[in-house]
């Protein structure tokens, strides 16, 4: 992977000393590929949390950079996650590394 394939690290991200990373996604050999810090939450409710902030941030994203409307990019964003959930188009693999 190129360095400039890599996502820059937010500002808070490098000047906290608590900070750390939580979730890495790539797309590879044309399939999805993840690194995740599992134990960071006991209550796996809170990952939903993580994930709700994450899409908002995905829809703010498309609206800076392609002007499109926050509340109906959420839609489709959630539309397509419910799909997904209830019908997947394929299963995770893998396993816990350290």
């Not at 941030?57 to 609206?63: P, R, S």
Request: hydrophobic share 40%; glycine share 6%.
């Amino acid at each position: 992977m190129a360095d400039n394939d890599q996502l820059l690290i937010p500002d808070a991200a490098q000047t906290d000393p608590k900070s750390f990373e939580l979730l890495r996604v790539w797309i590879a050999n044309k399939g999805q590929h993840v690194s995740l810090r599992t134990g960071v939450w006991s209550d796996p409710a809170a990952w939903g949390i993580m994930l709700a902030d994450l899409v908002r941030h995905v829809a703010n994203a498309y609206q800076q950079d392609a002007g499109l409307d926050q509340l109906k990019t959420l839609q489709r964003i959630k539309a397509a996650l419910d799909a997904e959930l209830g019908s997947p188009t394929d299963e995770p693999s893998g396993q816990i590394r350290q």
